[in-house]
């Protein structure tokens, strides 16, 4: 998988420069046929029988929640590259970091201050005033959408309720349709008709898998729906913009990770840029990586710098030692400095905003971090 591909070229890149505290390191990868059950089943073979010394965390919410409270109660660190379901993260762990930047509950702040840093400059004008907002019915996108309409979440097995206040209520963009689909599902034609008939200005798109985005980016083509603005959860991988070609042009998507964004991280001690992952990824894959690939990549310099910087793997040290993480001496990864609050989600992250133009993945907003940045493609052109 791209997510194997992600650990293992930074696994051969440490033992490249000698391993970690003198060993070479061995990466053990098992497909959990993103099954609950058998992601617990894994984990706990990993600590009891593999005798692993530190675990590098599965994708999506609904597997990492039953797989981190394994690793708790083992009193092994936990690092997430993809579990953002607000749930995972209000439970009190104190074995678990997000090498995301945000929990999904909180991921519509960044689409929402991009609407408003352009809406400010001319390119958007008139000002969005109507949204669409259709999603998966899925533990990430649900979380997705209660944090861009407001509400309440429920974390199980305790009585903690977290309120959520939404983030489209200030901005007076109102929500004229919203719609749950089941997943798995095929009826595309019947929802791009709904939102359609809905005549928003934007639609938002919480989806769990490119798949998804790819079949309702089609579906919208087909009956003639172009919105001004397209946000989506997923589409930033190069499948997207290759399986539906014009179709992507103009869609915006929130990103982990992006090319341009030149960040400086460290890997066997010395500085490891994003370039010299793009560049190295390249030749010895045969192909660019995209962020499925980063994310890991960025995770296992984390997890590295935790057992460097306790000199041992006593994972219990490593989790205090990544929780005593501040500004002036963060963890540096090639998706940039990461220091966690007591719950283990990144402090002062905002997702980094892309957009396909013309079949290239440009990255539109936070302006100002990076040199690179080009103005948002507004409204969407036309199919």
Same mark, same amino acid.
């Given at each position: 998988?791209?997510?194997?591909?992600?650990?293992?070229?930074?696994?051969?890149?440490?033992?490249?420069?000698?391993?970690?505290?003198?060993?070479?390191?061995?990466?053990?990868?098992?497909?959990?046929?993103?099954?609950?059950?058998?992601?617990?089943?894994?984990?706990?073979?990993? +600590? =009891? $029988?593999?005798?692993?010394?530190?675990?590098?965390?599965? /994708?999506?919410?609904? &597997? *990492?929640?039953?797989? !981190?409270?394994?690793?708790?109660?083992?009193?092994?660190?936990?690092?997430?590259?993809?579990?953002?379901?607000?749930?995972?993260?209000?439970?009190?762990?104190?074995?678990?970091?997000?090498?995301?930047?945000?929990?999904?509950?909180?991921?519509?702040?960044?689409?929402?201050?991009?609407?408003?840093?352009?809406?400010?400059?001319?390119?958007?004008?008139?000002?969005?005033?109507?949204?669409?907002?259709?999603?998966?019915?899925?533990?990430?996108?649900?979380?997705?959408?209660?944090?861009?309409?407001?509400?309440?979440?429920?974390?199980?097995?305790?009585?903690?309720?977290?309120?959520?206040?939404?983030?489209?209520?200030?901005?007076? +963009? =109102? $929500?004229?349709?919203?719609?749950?689909?089941?997943?798995? /599902?095929?009826?595309? &034609? *019947?929802?791009?008709? !709904?939102?359609?008939?809905?005549?928003?200005?934007?639609?938002?798109?919480?989806?769990?898998?490119?798949?998804?985005?790819?079949?309702?980016?089609?579906?919208?083509?087909?009956?003639?729906?172009?919105?001004?603005?397209?946000?989506?959860?997923?589409?930033?991988?190069?499948?997207?913009?290759?399986?539906?070609?014009?179709?992507?042009?103009?869609?915006?998507?929130?990103?982990?990770?992006?090319?341009?964004?030149?960040?400086?991280?460290?890997?066997?001690?010395?500085?490891?840029?994003?370039?010299?992952?793009?560049?190295?990824?390249?030749?010895?894959?045969?192909?660019?990586?995209?962020?499925?690939?980063?994310?890991?990549?960025?995770?296992?310099?984390?997890?590295?710098?935790?057992?460097?910087?306790?000199?041992?793997?006593?994972?219990?040290?490593?989790?205090?030692?990544?929780?005593?993480?501040?500004?002036?001496?963060?963890?540096?990864?090639?998706?940039?400095?990461?220091?966690?609050?007591?719950?283990?989600?990144?402090?002062?992250?905002?997702?980094?905003?892309?957009?396909?133009?013309?079949?290239?993945?440009?990255?539109?907003?936070?302006?100002?971090?990076?040199?690179?940045?080009?103005?948002?493609?507004?409204?969407?052109?036309?199919?």
């Amino acid at each position: 998988s791209k997510h194997g591909d992600g650990y293992q070229f930074c696994v051969d890149e440490i033992n490249a420069r000698g391993g970690i505290l003198g060993r070479p390191v061995e990466l053990l990868v098992e497909d959990n046929r993103s099954d609950p059950e058998v992601t617990v089943s894994q984990v706990e073979r990993q +600590i =009891e $029988v593999e005798g692993a010394d530190a675990l590098l965390g599965t /994708f999506s919410s609904l &597997l *990492t929640f039953p797989a !981190s409270t394994v690793a708790n109660q083992a009193d092994m660190m936990y690092p997430i590259p993809s579990g953002a379901a607000l749930r995972i993260w209000e439970r009190g762990f104190d074995n678990i970091f997000y090498f995301q930047q945000n929990a999904a509950e909180l991921i519509g702040f960044s689409p929402v201050s991009m609407i408003e840093y352009y809406t400010g400059t001319g390119v958007i004008d008139p000002p969005i005033s109507t949204v669409a907002i259709v999603h998966a019915d899925d533990f990430f996108a649900n979380a997705i959408v209660t944090g861009l309409v407001g509400g309440e979440v429920a974390i199980p097995d305790s009585d903690v309720v977290v309120a959520v206040d939404g983030y489209l209520e200030p901005t007076g +963009i =109102e $929500v004229v349709y919203q719609e749950q689909w089941p997943v798995p /599902f095929t009826d595309w &034609l *019947t929802l791009a008709n !709904s939102v359609k008939n809905s005549g928003a200005d934007m639609v938002a798109v919480a989806v769990t898998s490119p798949d998804e985005a790819i079949s309702l980016m089609n579906a919208f083509a087909t009956v003639q729906y172009n919105p001004k603005l397209v946000w989506l959860s997923q589409g930033a991988q190069s499948e997207f913009q290759e399986t539906l070609g014009d179709v992507a042009n103009g869609a915006t998507i929130h990103s982990a990770w992006h090319p341009l964004a030149d960040w400086e991280g460290v890997l066997g001690g010395e500085v490891y840029t994003n370039t010299d992952f793009i560049e190295g990824f390249t030749e010895a894959f045969g192909r660019a990586p995209d962020e499925d690939e980063a994310i890991p990549f960025s995770l296992c310099q984390g997890v590295e710098q935790a057992i460097l910087g306790v000199g041992s793997t006593d994972n219990v040290a490593m989790s205090e030692w990544m929780h005593a993480r501040t500004p002036d001496d963060p963890v540096k990864t090639i998706l940039g400095n990461w220091v966690w609050d007591e719950r283990g989600l990144p402090i002062d992250r905002s997702m980094i905003m892309v957009q396909w133009q013309d079949g290239e993945l440009k990255f539109v907003y936070p302006v100002g971090e990076f040199p690179g940045t080009v103005d948002l493609v507004y409204p969407k052109p036309e199919f």
